[in-house]
């Protein structure tokens, strides 16, 4: 199993940037893929951005390419997501994940969860 935990959620305003962590521990090197989601009270859960723990290649939805930035620090068991030109549409609890298997882009392919951290963006 591995633990997560998300830090650096706040509130910004439109426009402004955030960068949030994701500290890794337990059997972390079993895992290749690790993930961002995000969820508002009346959505489901979606996919933002994935990283390939090993080779740092990147997958990213289309809603947040070109302004976020997924990247991870390996001594440091530790992912990041940089969040630029932030709209109110990105106000969610976001969530990172590691992967157990399939693709990076679906929600049943992790079975490891944080616990989230509110990120806000006011108009």
């Known amino acids: 199993q591995v633990q997560l935990v998300e830090s650096g959620g706040g509130v910004v305003q439109a426009g402004g940037s955030l960068r949030l962590s994701c500290a890794a521990s337990g059997r972390t090197f079993s895992r290749n893929f690790m993930g961002w989601f995000r969820q508002t009270p009346n959505k489901e859960r979606e996919f933002v951005a994935a990283i390939l723990w090993s080779g740092g290649n990147t997958y990213y939805a289309d809603s947040v390419k070109g302004r976020f930035t997924i990247a991870r620090v390996t001594a440091l068991n530790t992912m990041y997501l940089r969040m630029d030109s932030l709209k109110s549409d990105d106000t969610a609890v976001y969530y990172c994940?590691?992967?157990?298997?399939?693709?990076?882009?679906?929600?049943?392919?992790?079975?490891?969860w944080g616990q989230g951290t509110q990120v806000t963006v006011s108009s």
């Open positions: 994940a590691a992967l157990r298997s399939g693709s990076v882009y679906d929600i049943a392919s992790y079975d490891s």
